[in-house]
C-alpha cells in the first residue's frame, strides 16, 4: 500500500494566518483527496486535488479558502488561509491507489491544526 | 447524494465478546464501492477492507468479518473473540464511481468501540 506522510504533523496558530499543509506519497497514485475531521466528529470530503488543473471542491469549501496545489503525481499541498478558531481541526490527506475492482484510499496520519 | 448512517455511536464490551458494528448506506448509483476505517486512540485511519456494489460475497480475514447485504443496504463488520487492542472508532464509509474510478468517500459518524478487558 502507499505510505502517504504529512507536515506539519500538528500546529498551532493564530487566527487571520495562514497554513500550508504538506502531503508526499511514496508512489505516483492517479487521485488524492483532502479531508477534515472536526474534534470528535466524523472525516468530511474538502476536496478532489488533480494534477494539472484545479482542485474540485465540495459543497461548503471554496478554493478561496482551501486552495490546494498538486503539481506531480505523488505530492500535494492544501493552504488553509485566514483561520479562524472553527478551523481548529484534524486535516487528512489521502491517495487513491490501484485501479477497478483493486483500487482502494489510504490516509495519511493528519495535521492537527489548533487555531487561538 | 449519498449517505452513510453508523446509528451505534458507542458500543462497550467485556473482550472475548463478538461485536458487530453496524452499517446502512443510501446511494442512487448502482456502481458503489463501501469502505471500513479504524481510527485507535493515536489517530491515523487505517483501511479495514474494500467492497464492490457488484460483489456480495461475504469476507472474513481473521477475526474480523464483513456481511453485505445490498438487498437492505448494509455491510455490517464483525469482531469475533474481541480484544482490548480493537478498542477504536470504526468508520464506514461510500464512495459511489465517477468517470470510471472511485471517486472521494463519504463516512459515516463512526462507531466508538470499547472492549473491556
Known amino acids: 500500500s502507499a505510505v502517504i506522510s504529512q507536515k506539519p504533523s500538528r500546529d498551532i496558530c493564530q487566527r487571520g494566518t495562514s497554513l500550508t499543509i504538506q502531503c508526499q506519497v511514496d508512489s505516483q497514485v492517479t487521485m488524492m483527496f483532502w479531508y477534515r475531521q472536526q474534534p470528535g466528529q466524523s472525516l468530511t470530503l474538502i476536496a478532489t486535488a488533480n494534477q494539472g488543473s484545479e482542485a474540485t471542491y465540495e459543497s461548503g469549501f471554496v478554493i478561496d479558502k482551501f486552495p490546494i496545489s498538486r503539481p506531480n503525481l505523488t505530492f500535494s499541498t492544501l493552504t488553509v488561509s485566514n483561520m479562524s478558531p472553527e478551523d481548529s481541526s484534524i486535516y487528512l490527506c489521502?491517495?487513491?491507489?490501484?485501479?477497478?475492482?483493486?483500487?482502494?484510499?489510504?490516509f495519511g496520519p493528519g495535521t492537527r491544526l489548533l487555531v487561538l | 447524494a449519498q449517505k452513510v448512517t453508523q446509528a451505534q455511536t458507542e458500543i462497550s464490551v467485556v473482550e472475548k465478546e463478538d461485536v458487530t458494528l453496524d452499517c446502512v448506506y443510501e446511494t442512487r448509483d448502482t456502481t458503489y464501492y463501501l469502505f471500513w476505517y479504524k481510527q485507535p486512540p493515536s489517530g491515523e485511519l487505517v483501511f479495514l477492507i474494500r467492497?464492490?456494489?457488484?460483489?456480495?460475497q461475504n469476507e472474513i480475514s481473521g477475526r474480523y468479518s464483513w456481511n453485505f447485504q445490498k438487498s437492505t443496504s448494509s455491510f455490517n463488520f464483525t469482531i469475533t473473540a474481541s480484544q482490548v487492542v480493537d478498542s477504536a472508532v470504526y468508520f464506514c464509509a461510500l464512495s459511489e464511481a465517477r468517470g470510471g474510478g472511485a471517486d472521494g468517500l463519504t463516512f459515516g459518524k463512526g462507531t466508538h468501540l470499547i472492549i473491556q478487558p
Open positions: 467492497r464492490n456494489s457488484f460483489d456480495e
Open positions: 489521502s491517495a487513491k491507489e490501484g485501479s477497478g475492482a483493486g483500487e482502494t484510499q489510504y
